[in-house]
């Protein structure tokens, strides 16, 4: 599954600045973050253009802001919504926030050196100023949890 999320040698995350961006979407994006306070509409539409969509992931302060139905309805459609931000990307050089592939080697490399879970999230979240949701979602889509 993560290999059909990675395109050209990286795992990559669609950054959306604005609400305008949203209907102007590749329908096959799988990971998003929305850098801006969605409403509930914004959300749906989101989810509307983009089908495939897996995880959603939010700055802390917007996330905290999103209703329980709109946590729901994502949870009965089996998207992740995360809490993080997409420290260092700046939209006027890339659309997408890469997380390089050899991260996830590491994080493969520590499953098979018996490290736990919540090490590895704790480890990485600090190496790559990811948040440890993110590396879960690694993980998962993996299968190395």
């Known amino acids: 599954m993560l290999k059909q999320i990675i395109q050209g040698g990286k795992l990559r995350i669609r950054v959306i600045n604005s609400k305008d961006e949203i209907f102007t979407l590749n329908p096959n994006e799988r990971i998003v973050h929305i850098a801006f306070r969605p409403s509930s509409k914004d959300i749906f539409g989101l989810i509307e253009t983009c089908p495939k969509v897996e995880a959603?992931?939010?700055?802390?302060?917007?996330?905290r802001k999103v209703s329980k139905s709109v946590e729901m309805f994502l949870e009965m459609q089996r998207i992740q919504l995360m809490e993080g931000n997409v420290w260092g990307h700046r939209k006027y050089l890339s659309e997408y926030y890469n997380i390089p592939t050899s991260l996830i080697e590491k994080i493969?490399?520590?499953?098979?050196?018996?490290?736990?879970?919540?090490d590895i999230e704790g480890e990485f979240s600090r190496e790559s100023k990811l948040d440890h949701k993110i590396i879960s979602y690694i993980m998962i889509k993996e299968a190395l949890a």
């Open 56 to 63: 959603i992931q939010l700055p802390q302060s917007y996330r």
């Open 108 to 118: 493969k490399i520590m499953k098979l050196k018996g490290k736990s879970t919540k």
